[in-house]
């Protein structure tokens, strides 16, 4: 498992962000969680193609995903190449 975002704010300040690449073996695969005060509110996994978010899995959108930390998830992915 590799970690690329997690959020450490009190819950009082909104929800926490998690994103991970989950499986060492299957690098391209991001787990997104998003954690509420008293549950999880998302865990999905994408797929990275290389170049954007391949449409065979979830997609993270900037309605579910907020566009910044989509922007530091993607610059990540960007560098494994």
């Known amino acids: 498992m590799t970690l690329i975002h997690q959020d450490t704010h009190d819950l009082k300040f909104g929800p926490r962000w998690t994103v991970e690449r989950p499986y060492d073996r299957l690098p391209n695969l991001v787990r997104f969680m998003k954690m509420g005060q008293q549950r999880k509110l998302?865990?999905?996994?994408?797929?990275?193609?290389?170049?954007?978010?391949?449409?065979?899995?979830?997609?993270?959108?900037?309605?579910?995903?907020?566009?910044?930390?989509?922007?530091?998830?993607?610059?990540?992915?960007?560098?494994?190449?």
């Open 42 to 81: 998302l865990d999905q996994i994408a797929h990275w193609d290389g170049s954007g978010w391949s449409g065979t899995r979830w997609r993270p959108n900037p309605r579910q995903v907020p566009q910044t930390l989509l922007k530091i998830v993607e610059d990540h992915m960007r560098g494994l190449r």
